[in-house]
């Protein structure tokens, strides 16, 4: 059988004789010849906290395909942790897409295990394994296990909202708050709630791109080294049959997807997300896709923010598998998983073990609990709500808005006693979308102002163009398009304007004449250049970033390339 990898190792010419000189340390001559080269593009980093257990996780990958007889080949790949890149991670996302798409594309590889976890790794890896479309199989590093403080079981990332604002209220001492902090992180793997990383990792499940049942094993839990290596004996099938993410990511997976992000209450970080992940695949998505598909999805993951378990008890209740089949009827039938199968073929043998961790479909948590998508003459290009998140009573609502242009802007001024606010008013927070801030943090989630927490207020209407944690709750507006900076209509409110949210009608309006709007000028701020020196990835990222609704994708790395090399290096 003749592999990719030949064009570099096949014949007995001086360029395969460097190419196989360098590369044998060791390894037979055999090594070279019929033999799948798989790349494992690890991001395993100390400083990725939440991916520092994937060299352990490579290894079972590595053992799976020397047993199937490839060749596996380690890679590291740029690794972004979210808790600690500045000023978001978010900003590197594309280049760390771009960057492993380059090196799998550029070496002697002929499939690709991609092993993330944390929020933007797995997203980076679909994104490069959709351009270069060489055989791809992913392996979500997993969850950690709870956490416990004072037999409270602690929701990472959400908890630390909730006790930080509980602290801001006076109804936490500081003292206490820092107590909580060596409990937060109890094991190795990903934020243990439905954040981001747990939503990736199902939505990679979803789309066919892992071995079906993966999603959500914790990383600590011994069947996800079990998963890794068959992931590897997968991996060198793959390479041998052809069988490429082209064939995987198809319109019915990306349905597939849209379901299950509604059914698990998943992180509104995947809208973005799966709109570059189809950009780069060339699978025609948009974001009114995800209001007309997962609208009306039953919410049935009763895990944090919207509901009360954790990552772990999802896992030992059923998983993603278990969610899927209750709402199995919704999924397209034929969409392909790696395995060669559709993931409908994989739903059979699944179950829900705890029915208060995985509710059955005549008892959803919530009736309808996909995105909803909101456009007007404040989102022309849309906007994105998480009903699940929000607070029922505020998802129709009229108040003044009272605007901040920076989220530095907001800080200085959202405790101010000075500040005119009352719990009616709808905060809006510009200067934070892709191009503005750069890199479109997760922000929008602004804390209550102090003296409103200390009356008992916990939400509050928010509206910007940033994202939020998917850890994060609230009636909280994100996304929306064009931003405030790329001149957007946020860029036009002032203080006072009055401002209805109407999620039901999917409306999100100034109620103000369209001719005081067309006199208005965008706030200085909006127009200002950026301060500091702009350059290098920043630069690039800056001029050629698109909006949220095209998935913050670079409008240069939109598509494929292939996988083809056509010149060569000596
Ligand atoms: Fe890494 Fe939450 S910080 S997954």
Not at 109 to 125: E, H, R, S
Not at 352 to 370: C, F, N, Q, T, Y
Request: glycine residues 10%; aromatic residues 4%; contains cysteine.
């Amino acid at each position: 059988m003749r592999y990719r990898s030949d064009q570099w190792y096949g014949g007995n010419d001086r360029d395969s004789y460097i190419h196989r000189a360098w590369m044998r340390r060791g390894l037979p001559r055999s090594a070279f010849t019929g033999r799948p080269q798989i790349a494992i593009a690890n991001t395993a980093s100390d400083l990725t906290p939440c991916n520092k257990h994937l060299n352990e996780v490579s290894a079972s990958v590595q053992a799976g395909i020397w047993e199937a007889g490839g060749i596996p080949l380690d890679m590291p790949v740029m690794s972004l942790g979210e808790t600690l890149v500045k000023p978001t991670a978010m900003l590197w996302r594309n280049l760390a897409a771009m960057a492993a798409e380059e090196m799998i594309r550029a070496n002697p590889v002929d499939g690709v295990v991609l092993l993330g976890g944390c929020d933007k790794t797995i997203p980076a890896l679909l994104m490069a394994a959709a351009s270069v479309d060489l055989p791809a199989v992913v392996v979500p590093g997993g969850p950690m296990l709870t956490g416990h403080f004072r037999g409270v079981p602690l929701g990472c990332g959400t908890d630390v909202w909730r006790l930080s604002e509980e602290v801001r209220a006076g109804n936490l001492s500081q003292e206490d708050f820092l107590a909580s902090e060596s409990a937060m992180i109890r094991s190795k793997g990903h934020c243990n709630t439905m954040g981001t990383a747990s939503t990736m990792a199902c939505m990679a499940e979803a789309l066919g791109m892992t071995l079906p049942g993966v999603a959500g094993t914790p990383a600590p839990d011994s069947r996800l080294l079990e998963s890794a290596h068959a992931s590897g004996r997968l991996a060198v099938d793959l390479a041998s049959s052809g069988r490429t993410p082209s064939q995987v990511l198809s319109t019915g997976s990306f349905r597939n997807a849209i379901v299950a992000l509604a059914a698990i209450g998943g992180s509104t970080n995947a809208v973005v997300h799966l709109l570059a992940i189809a950009g780069r695949a060339g699978v025609p998505l948009s974001l009114d896709d995800f209001d007309a598909i997962g609208a009306d999805v039953p919410l049935l993951a009763n895990l944090a923010p919207a509901g009360q378990y954790l990552m772990d008890d999802l896992y030992r209740a059923g998983g993603l598998l278990a969610v899927l089949r209750e709402v199995s009827d919704l999924l397209d039938p034929d969409a392909l998983t790696v395995s060669g199968r559709p993931l409908a073929e994989h739903l059979g043998e699944a179950r829900i073990w705890d029915e208060s961790v995985i509710r059955p479909r005549s008892a959803p948590l919530l009736e309808k609990a996909g995105i909803a998508v909101l456009r007007g003459s404040l989102a022309p290009g849309g906007a994105v709500i998480k009903p699940a998140a929000a607070t029922k009573e505020l998802l129709t609502h009229r108040g003044p808005a009272v605007v901040f242009d920076s989220i530095e802007d907001m800080r200085a001024r959202l405790d101010d006693p000075a500040l005119d606010v009352t719990e009616d008013s709808v905060l809006v927070l510009r200067g934070c979308g892709p191009r503005g801030y750069p890199g479109m943090p997760e922000v929008g989630n602004m804390p209550i102002p102090a003296r409103l927490l200390a009356r008992g207020v916990r939400d509050m209407v928010r509206i910007s163009d940033a994202r939020m944690s998917g850890t994060a709750y609230g009636t909280v507006v994100l996304h929306t398009v064009p931003e405030g900076a790329a001149g957007g209509p946020l860029a036009l409110v002032r203080d006072g304007d009055p401002v209805v949210l109407d999620v039901p009608g999917r409306r999100l309006d100034l109620d103000l004449p369209e001719a005081e709007l067309a006199r208005r000028e965008p706030a200085p701020a909006m127009t200002a250049a950026l301060p500091g020196p702009r350059r290098g990835w920043e630069r690039l990222y800056i001029d050629h970033v698109l909006q949220a609704d095209q998935g913050a994708d670079l409008d240069f790395l939109v598509g494929s390339s292939g996988h083809q090399v056509t010149r060569d290096s000596h």
